[in-house]
T-cell receptor, first 111, second 115 residues
Framework: LAKTTQPISMDSYEGQEVNITCSHN???????ITWYQQFPSQGPRFIIQ???TKVTNEVASLFIPADRKSSTLSLPRVSLSDTAVYYC????????????FGAGTRLAVHP | DAGVIQSPRHEVTEMGQEVTLRCKPI?????LFWYRQTMMRGLELLIY????????DSGMPEDRFSAKMPNASFSTLKIQPSEPRDSAVYFC?????????????FGPGTRLTVT
């Protein structure tokens, strides 16, 4: 599985857009990029997944450039409740959907 | 749907005692995963099952840990004997295997404290 690198922590303010970038230089052709969110005292929760270009859902957008060596999770207009740890994962297609979590990015949203 | 159910939510035990953590996956999911989370080591995958069969237990720390899945709706993670360094939050997750979706559904976790 490709190794991922993302910032340890980020700070933002309510109403701002937050972009968290993850690098995955060794991503393979069959790999997908998946992001999870974890609130304190809860299990991680799936946010979004993509293979290339842009994916958007009701929670976030995921931007993946053509070389796929990085990806950016974009959270529009964050609120205090978006304070959480965000994990970027590279996952191989097929198989048993095995996930390997890194350290994640601890996002703190301030009033 | 009730989601993934784990019990107990909290467990405090003394070193040397046997600990059994339980998990009920979401109905219809055929993959089940056990994770452990600590401040020092983060979120670690311990073992996962597909169709009740253990596929990869390489993350199980040592022989004191064992996991079973006797049927599609129940799994256990057992630690015998427990040690203080086993103190952590243990999560169970389930998903539908195959395809290209990596959405796993996590339970609320069991916070284990071994004194």
């Amino acid at each position: 599985l490709a190794k991922t690198t993302q910032p340890i922590s980020m700070d933002s303010y309510e109403g701002q857009e937050v972009n968290i970038t993850c690098s995955h230089n060794n991503i393979a052709t069959n790999d997908y990029i998946t992001w999870y969110q974890q609130f304190p005292s809860q299990g991680p929760r799936f946010i979004i997944q993509g293979y290339k270009t842009k994916v958007t859902n009701e929670v976030a957008s995921l931007f993946i450039p053509a070389d796929r060596k990085s990806s950016t999770l974009s959270l529009p207009r964050v609120s205090l409740s978006d304070t959480a740890v965000y994990y970027c994962l590279v996952t191989s297609s097929g198989g048993y959907n095995k996930l390997i979590f890194g350290a994640g990015t601890r996002l703190a949203v301030h009033p | 749907d009730a989601g993934v159910i784990q019990s107990p939510r909290h467990e405090v035990t003394e070193m040397g005692q046997e600990v059994t953590l339980r998990c009920k996956p979401i109905s219809g999911h055929n993959s089940l995963f056990w994770y452990r989370q600590t401040m020092m080591r983060g979120l670690e995958l311990l073992i996962y099952f597909n169709n009740n069969v253990p596929i990869d237990d390489s993350g199980m720390p040592e022989d004191r840990f064992s996991a079973k899945m006797p049927n599609a709706s129940f799994s256990t993670l057992k630690i015998q004997p427990s040690e203080p360094r086993d103190s952590a939050v243990y999560f169970c997750a389930s998903s539908r295997s195959g395809g290209s979706s990596y959405e796993q559904y996590f339970g609320p976790g069991t916070r284990l404290t071994v004194t």
